[in-house]
């Protein structure tokens, strides 16, 4: 059985897919075809506040194109898939996005995307443009005690850290304030994957790594690289349990504590699996006594058309859950 | 390369994932567990208007569950996978939804669904629920002159049903009224789907049938069954122009004319796919001189995890548009 995709020349794959969703949503947001990104182009797009840019490898969309719009991102810069975006692109979509008021970057843990993020915020800042950065780095399957390792990858938390942030940013926060905000929303968010198939890159016909029937690959992150082992195969009940465990006792989680969830499919995990897994995520965490404050189910952050899911939690503080609620209003997320 | 589901027992797959969506939503929806329906809770759950209700085999998700909401549908039927909810079960939807108003139900035309929302609409009737029915039938693919024939299945189309009669529900259109509107959006719209790889049935571990690496499935449904024909695989570009040609066609698009666009994903096909066929559908239309008043694109009506997608098109009318522009809020849609 090989794969195909709905595609023209692989190489122009972004840049079509780009043209695409800003058609798709002209009264949201525009995307400039070179440098590549994608700045907001709703009514309330000059209303004086700081602004979000966040960006990074394609193929995780909705991440985070679908998510430029009021209440979120003010900007995105999409790299090639799974490749950062260039410091020059990043450049351009922080000049696109500030309004003078000093622009928040949100930054997934990766070495090229924390590389030339950075190099784009020293570029930025010469230009008398305020910068400050978040860094997200969720996903509890790569802690490491190395001291002078890249630590834990980032991943689906960063939709709760655009969210977040991207509220208090509509109501005024400073850009500091916001820097402190995403700090505290990553220090309380972690997340764990599992793939039952790997994705297959654009243009390929075979999944990037195979899987015996009775495994799945635990502890996998978002471009299609093998996780950090083999588990059994089992119910969802079993698999869910198994990938809750270790993030509930990473964030110290117990009786009376809430959070709020994010079950994210990877790619081509049907709605009735996250549903499912929603369901088993609350019965396991219902049996630590812990409470799901707010949840968020659905194809958020993917991993091309991996087979799977993340789950990730983030501490319910008052103040979290307070923005959370604030309107947004963007492509993939609405509410 | 066996496929594998998140699932518990494929018996409960259904009843389980209810129960995550409802925990998920619970400021919007409530799930009915036996008999299985799904219910709007929202704060405008009890203000008095036509109701619309519909329903079907489960596996389409979104449709029709993630369409309960304001502005949409006030409560949708389940089905078991692929198979038609019972009348039972929907008699007991439409009594849920009632307001007093009447209901309108929206059907898609397959024999089981027909037969069972006829059943429950005269139940309906003879307990004084004034009931009127919208028969969905856009797949352009089963078009047949066999005057005695099932007719055309209804597929993506269904959404513009349940968007735009809901909009006008809520701005208060009698069921007589709302009949009619549902009658005209059905008759300006038409679909046609493909399919780059077949679905696979819960608890199975392989697809519901083969494609050689160098064919696509023209003219496919959304129940895992074969469409009416084999094509080359080719370039996005020419697979959305094969798509849509014959749909221009039928509906007598040419220059000057505008649409509603729908471009579905049937399960796995992924973001970044379906903007690039967003893009190809745009520029193929615009050479016929026609333009796109509004874009919808992404995985609205589902076939398990096919991979392929779908054009539906529905003549840009003005009423049809200002409908489409109201407000909705659902799981699935909101804006």
New interface residues.
């Given amino acids: 059985?090989?794969?195909?995709?709905?595609?023209?020349?692989p190489d122009d794959?972004?840049a079509?897919?780009?043209?695409?969703?800003q058609?798709?949503?002209p009264a949201l947001l525009r995307a400039n075809p070179d440098p590549a990104y994608v700045v907001r182009a709703d009514e309330g797009a000059a209303r004086p506040k700081v602004a979000l840019v966040s960006g990074g490898g394609?193929?995780h969309?909705?991440l985070h194109t679908?998510f430029v719009g009021e209440g979120m991102l003010d900007a995105a810069v999409p790299g090639a898939v799974f490749a950062s975006p260039t410091a020059f692109q990043i450049r351009a979509a922080i000049g696109a996005a500030d309004r003078g008021r000093g622009v928040l970057l949100v930054v997934k843990n990766y070495t090229g995307d924390v590389l030339n993020f950075s190099i784009a915020a020293e570029l930025a800042r010469e230009d008398g443009i305020e910068v400050e950065t978040v860094l997200v780095d969720d996903d509890l399957a790569t802690s490491s005690s190395d001291e002078g390792g890249p630590g834990r990858r980032g991943t689906a938390a960063v939709v709760a850290v655009e969210k977040i942030c991207g509220a208090a940013a509509e109501r005024g926060a400073s850009l500091s304030d916001l820097a402190l905000l995403g700090k505290r929303v990553v220090d309380s968010a972690r997340t764990m994957a599992l793939a039952?198939?790997a994705c297959t890159h654009?243009g390929q016909?075979q999944?990037s790594f195979?899987l015996p029937?009775d495994e799945?690959e635990f502890g996998v992150g978002i471009h299609g690289e093998h996780g950090v082992g083999r588990r059994p195969?089992g119910?969802?009940?079993d698999?869910v349990a198994e990938l809750t465990r270790p993030i509930t006792a990473e964030l110290g989680l117990g009786d009376g504590d809430r959070v709020i969830a994010i079950?994210n499919g990877l790619?081509?995990?049907?709605?009735?699996?996250?549903?499912?897994?929603?369901?088993?995520l609350?019965a396991f965490l219902g049996g630590l006594g812990v409470g799901?404050a707010r949840?968020?189910?659905g194809?958020y952050v993917?991993a091309?058309?991996m087979?799977?899911?993340s789950v990730t939690l983030l501490r319910a503080e008052d103040d979290f859950v307070d923005l959370w609620d604030a309107p947004v209003?963007t492509p993939a997320l609405?509410?």
Wanted: cysteine-free.
């Fill in positions: 059985m090989s794969v195909r995709q709905l595609i023209n020349d794959f972004v079509e897919a780009l043209q695409g969703l058609q798709a949503h394609s193929g969309e909705p679908g039952l198939q654009p016909s999944p195979e029937a799945v195969f119910p969802a009940r698999l079950v790619g081509s995990t049907h709605a009735l699996e996250l549903s499912v897994a929603h369901r088993e609350t799901v949840s968020l189910v194809p993917t091309l058309d087979r799977g899911f209003r609405t509410w």
